[in-house]
C-alpha cells in the first residue's frame, strides 16, 4: 500500500478492542519513533470499570509517571463523564507531559486517543490543539461520533482521515505501516 503523504494520520473507531490491538501492534513495531500516551481500558473480569493514560517512548528520567487513572467508578472527582469521575492529573501531567518530552526528543507523536474525557481538560486540550496544528507528525485515534474532533481534523491541512473497522483493518494497518515506515526511515537517516 502507498503511505499516505500527510504529516498527520489520523484513526476515527467506534471499537475500543479494535483500536487498542492497532495502537499496541504499532507501538511494539515502531516505539522508537513513537512518543506521547496511549489510553487503555481497565477491566475486572469481562466488565469495563475505566480508563488509564500510559505515558509511550518518554526519555528515561523525564519526571513523568508512566501510568495513571484516567477514569473509573471507584474514585472521587468534581469533574466527571457517564459513570465515571475523571482523575485530570492523568491528561494533564501524564498525558501531556509525555507529548512534551516527544516533541522536545522530535518523535512522531502518538495521541491515543482523543474524546470527550480529553476535552474536560482545558489545560490538555488547548496544548493538544497547539501540537496538532504545529509541523510535527502526529498519529491520532479518536472516537468516532465526536464531533469537535471530526470537524477539525476534516478541516485540518496535511492529514489523511482513515476509519478503522473490522472490514478496513487490512487496510488500516498496511496504511499506518507504510506512513510510519516513510516517516522512521526519513528520522532514521536523519540522525545518522
Known amino acids: 500500500m502507498k503511505a499516505p503523504r500527510a504529516s498527520k494520520l489520523v484513526f ?11 495502537s499496541a501492534r504499532l507501538c511494539a513495531s515502531y516505539g522508537r519513533w513513537l512518543g506521547g500516551f496511549r489510553t487503555l481500558e481497565i477491566r475486572r473480569g469481562k466488565a469495563r470499570s475505566g480508563f488509564e493514560v500510559v505515558a509511550f517512548g518518554g526519555a528515561a528520567g523525564s519526571g513523568v509517571n508512566g501510568r495513571a487513572v484516567l477514569a473509573a467508578r471507584d474514585i472521587v472527582s468534581p469533574v466527571s463523564f457517564n459513570k465515571y469521575a475523571l482523575n485530570l492529573a492523568a491528561l494533564e501531567v501524564t498525558a501531556l507531559g509525555a507529548l512534551e518530552n516527544a516533541a522536545a526528543a522530535g518523535k512522531i507523536l502518538l495521541f491515543d486517543e482523543l474524546g470527550p474525557m480529553a476535552m474536560m481538560s482545558e489545560k490538555f486540550s488547548a496544548r493538544a490543539v497547539q501540537l496538532l496544528f504545529s509541523p510535527a507528525p502526529c498519529l491520532v485515534f479518536y472516537r468516532r461520533g465526536a464531533a469537535v474532533f471530526e470537524d477539525v481534523f476534516s478541516k485540518l491541512g496535511d492529514t489523511a482521515l482513515l476509519e478503522l473497522t473490522e472490514p478496513a483493518w487490512a487496510e488500516a494497518v498496511a496504511a499506518a505501516e507504510a506512513w510510519l515506515d516513510l516517516l522512521a526511515g526519513g528520522m532514521w537517516s536523519d540522525k545518522k
Open 12 to 22: 476515527s473507531f467506534a471499537d475500543c478492542a479494535l483500536k487498542e490491538r492497532l
